[in-house]
């Protein structure tokens, strides 16, 4: 986002303070985040992608999103985008989350479900992926 910003800084749209704002989303995404891996770390389970679980998470932020790290990490790109007020920066955050579903999210729920079985699947049926 800071490349395409110094790259094109012609799309910048918002200019400070308004585009400080996004100094809140930023906050909210790191904080999400730190939460949802320290829950991760108290259930004893990986906070790899590509590893084993151990168990499947379902409390804290679990409730209300299966990927609660990968909303953190969004949100935080969003108020990166917004705070350098670049419109094409924040087209960014749609291409997060398609790259995020179809390389670690898919791959992620396949692996959960032949680990876990209908554990995860009656989780997966009461929890949106993202929100």
Request: no cysteine; hydrophobic share 55%.
């Amino acid at each position: 986002m800071l490349a395409l910003d110094r790259v094109l800084p012609l799309f910048r749209v918002l200019h400070p303070p308004i585009s400080y704002l996004g100094a809140a989303p930023v906050a909210l995404g790191v904080l999400i985040v730190l939460i949802s891996a320290g829950l991760f770390r108290r259930r004893a389970t990986t906070i790899n992608p590509f590893g084993e679980p151990a168990v499947v998470v379902q409390d804290g932020f679990y409730r209300f999103s299966r990927n609660p790290m990968y909303l953190g990490m969004l949100l935080a790109l969003i108020g990166v985008g917004l705070w350098l007020g670049n419109v094409l920066a924040l087209l960014l955050a749609p291409a997060f989350v398609a790259i995020m579903t179809r390389w670690y999210i898919v791959r992620e729920e396949q692996l959960l479900e032949g680990r876990f079985g209908e554990v995860y699947r009656a989780y997966r049926s009461r929890v949106r992926r993202w929100v």
